[in-house]
């Protein structure tokens, strides 16, 4: 076999061996679980906007391409520095939860792109941090106003991302920094407050207390004028006549004056 001959031959070899390399890796593809896929036709109209490849083993023209997104919820984080409402530095770090809305990855894919974390999501995160928290005071994003915070930096994204096909499921505050000097009024102040409240509750109790006992008290003083009121001379003789029989009718030895003492109250002498 002659010198041109080989080389033709391995010149074919060659085009063949990339036509199969080329093709394999174009041609035959996996989405995973948690994916799903976008076709665009080279040949046949472009990008197949309303048509979703869901997971499992596809074939693809070589001169067409398969986009993939992950449509699973993910996390990212930022860290930024804001402005509070009395114009002091704060730094903040945010964890937000978001996802591509899954029927919608064709527009996604056709407006902005598979870079539309740092192209939209994270550029709409900042956006309304920075608006939001400049309407609070330091102290609120420190401890009482938090949660309302996070609600609304999270309504305002939201709203801002659902039209441009991105799913946000959650933002939330990991962590302030506030100045140290800031830091410290603002917890020697809450402990302030703690102990006013604590005080003010002391009082509540005391006085709670101290109206339960004049009311106590002003109930047996009008149980003992009625009670005063009702015994006269003849119902006390009467209580010591029955009193003077009981004792009579006991076994223990004594002396009973009928009419010895005051009021003519019988007298008991001795009791041995």
């Keep these: 076999m002659n010198q041109p001959k080989i080389m033709k031959l391995a010149i074919l070899g060659f085009i063949v061996l990339m036509g199969f390399l080329t093709l394999t890796n174009t041609s035959f593809l996996t989405i995973d679980p948690g994916e799903k896929g976008?076709?665009?036709?080279?040949?046949?109209?472009?990008?197949?906007?309303?048509?979703?490849?869901?997971?499992?083993?596809?074939?693809?023209?070589?001169?067409?391409?398969?986009?993939?997104?992950?449509?699973?919820?993910?996390?990212?984080?930022?860290?930024?520095?804001?402005?509070?409402?009395?114009?002091?530095?704060?730094?903040?770090?945010?964890?937000?939860?978001y996802n591509p809305?899954?029927?919608?990855?064709?527009?996604?894919?056709?407006?902005?792109g598979p870079e539309y974390l740092n192209r939209i999501l994270l550029p709409q995160v900042r956006s309304a941090t920075r608006e939001v928290i400049g309407k609070y005071l330091p102290e609120e994003l420190y401890s009482t106003q938090r949660e309302a915070i996070q609600d609304e930096i999270f309504d305002e994204t939201s709203n801002s991302v659902e039209s441009k096909h991105i799913h946000l499921d959650a933002i939330l505050i990991r962590e302030v920094q506030l100045p140290a000097t800031l830091k410290e009024a603002i917890e020697r102040k809450l402990k302030e407050e703690q102990a006013s409240l604590e005080y003010e509750y002391k009082l509540t109790r005391q006085q709670q207390e101290a109206?339960?006992?004049?009311?106590?008290?002003?109930?047996?003083?009008?149980?003992?004028?009625?009670?005063?009121?009702?015994?006269?001379?003849?119902?006390?003789?009467?209580?010591?006549?029955?009193?003077?029989?009981?004792?009579?009718e006991s076994p223990n030895s004594k002396v009973i004056v009928i009419g010895g003492g005051g009021d003519g109250l019988p007298l008991i002498l001795g009791n041995n």
């Design 211 to 248: 109206e339960r006992l004049l009311i106590e008290a002003k109930a047996k003083a009008e149980a003992n004028r009625i009670l005063s009121s009702s015994l006269d001379d003849r119902i006390l003789q009467d209580k010591g006549i029955e009193a003077t029989e009981r004792l009579a």
């Design 38 to 97: 976008v076709l665009f036709k080279r040949f046949g109209g472009g990008l197949e906007k309303d048509k979703l490849y869901s997971q499992g083993f596809h074939i693809v023209w070589p001169w067409n391409k398969m986009y993939i997104y992950d449509v699973r919820i993910r996390e990212g984080f930022d860290k930024m520095e804001v402005l509070s409402k009395n114009g002091l530095n704060i730094a903040i770090e945010l964890s937000y939860l």
């Design 101 to 112: 809305i899954e029927s919608e990855i064709g527009y996604l894919h056709d407006e902005i």
